[in-house]
């Protein structure tokens, strides 16, 4: 079995988005711009409610999927199919854009620690342009394995006998991994999946080779292979997201994404012209 190797360390970067949510890009960055299928990472937190407070106003997306993990805070959410709900601490959506949704994103918390993640999946060209969807998942719903040395959330994809709920076009594994100090964790992934890893906090090792110190808000991709092994140095907090590539041309325009240039300029035009939410 060949292991999967550490082969890119990114830093997440401080930016903002939305009215000026302060959050940590680590994909979608000039030195990571994507591992397919997947296009953005973000990490968005703080005890600040300034960092917050404004939140995502309403805005478009187009041929992508968008997927929010909340560990901390409470949002609301509201869109152009009609969808609307909260999502608290350990709830997940997995947002199908598809051919149009205008979505907002709005804290509902006055003060305190907001903490998540988003990412983007891209949909392959030929489901880009069909209808919106959604899978709201509660905390309950997730399942989770805990031992002495692990406790482990599977969101998508299965650890032992246990089954993630989320569902996706790219086969997806979506695990939220905490492990204690000086533990070993191993787990299989296809080999026809990019697999990266989020470091949340603490420190980790990846696979067999020397490399640089893995801390804190930290992406690391990895190289195709079937195993991977993870250590902790110390007690650590990391998410293992895993897709099979679509391989199909990107190009990209804010919320949009989609193959071709053109496809972008539609989208831009449809929606100033009000034609662009698919119910
Ligand atoms: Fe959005």
Redesign the pocket.
């Known amino acids: 079995m060949s292991l999967r190797e550490v082969k890119k360390i990114v830093k997440a970067i401080q930016t903002s988005d939305g009215a000026g949510v302060k959050l940590k890009r680590s994909m979608g960055v000039p030195e990571l711009d994507f591992i397919d299928p997947f296009l953005m990472f973000d990490e968005f937190g703080s005890e600040n409610k300034d960092d917050y407070i404004a939140g995502?106003p309403p805005?478009p997306?187009r041929g992508i999927e968008?997927v929010t993990y909340m560990l901390a805070g409470r949002f609301k959410h509201e869109d152009s199919t009609g969808s609307k709900g909260e999502m608290g601490p350990g709830s997940v959506q997995w947002m199908t854009a598809a051919g149009g949704i205008i979505?907002s994103?709005m804290p509902i918390m006055k003060e305190g620690k907001l903490h998540g993640f988003q990412l983007w999946v891209n949909m392959p060209a030929k489901l880009k342009m069909s209808r919106p969807s959604y899978q709201n998942i509660e905390p309950k719903e997730i399942p989770e394995f805990k031992d002495k040395e692990k406790k482990i959330k599977i969101i998508a994809g299965e650890y032992k006998d246990k089954i993630g709920p989320a569902k996706g076009f790219v086969d997806p594994i979506y695990l939220d991994i905490e492990l204690e100090k000086e533990k070993n964790f191993s787990y299989t992934i296809p080999h026809s999946h990019n697999v990266f890893i989020y470091l949340v906090y603490g420190e980790i090792k990846i696979g067999s080779k020397a490399h640089d110190k893995l801390k804190n808000s930290t992406l690391i991709s990895l190289t195709n292979g079937s195993s991977l092994k993870i250590s902790s140095a110390k007690k650590s907090q990391f998410l293992i997201i895993a897709g099979k590539p679509i391989g199909e041309p990107i190009a990209r325009g804010g919320?949009f994404v989609m193959n071709t240039k053109q496809e972008i300029l539609k989208a831009v035009q449809d929606y100033h012209s009000g034609n662009f939410v698919q119910k």
Do not use: L, R
């Open positions: 995502f805005h997306h968008t979505h994103e919320p």
